[in-house]
């Protein structure tokens, strides 16, 4: 079974900028997707973004675009999720998940990592 850890939240200021780590515990093959989501208190879940693992193709929200940018190291199993230019409506608590041939749910998640940004 793989198993999913975030880490690297923390507070920073507006307009700054902070990278999450998602590292999994093996190899994901080529026929996974990994999405990033956030929750704040009170709010429903989000997407930020989502990477495919066959060509490493993203996808973003527009909430996001232009500001996060997920990337994947192949040799550590890690997907990082760069996020800049950092708004205090961006304060959540950051997950990750696996979806199976990039459809249907995500079936696996992380405990998450919380990011607060203070304006």
């Known amino acids: 079974q793989v198993q999913l850890v975030e880490s690297g939240g923390g507070s920073v200021q507006a307009g700054g900028s902070l990278r999450l780590s998602c590292a999994a515990n093996r190899y994901i093959y080529f026929d996974y997707c990994l999405g990033w989501f956030r929750q704040a208190p009170g709010k429903e879940r989000e997407g930020v973004g989502s990477?495919?693992?066959?060509?490493?193709?993203?996808t973003y929200p527009d909430s996001v675009k232009g500001r996060f940018t997920i990337s994947r190291d192949r040799n550590k199993n890690n997907v990082y999720l760069q996020m800049n230019s950092l708004k205090p409506e961006d304060t959540a608590m950051y997950y990750c998940?696996?979806?199976?041939?990039?459809?249907?749910?995500?079936?696996?998640w992380g405990r998450g990592t919380q990011v607060t940004v203070s304006s």
């Open positions: 990477i495919e693992f066959g060509f490493d193709t993203t």
């Open positions: 998940a696996l979806q199976r041939y990039c459809r249907g749910d995500y079936a696996i």
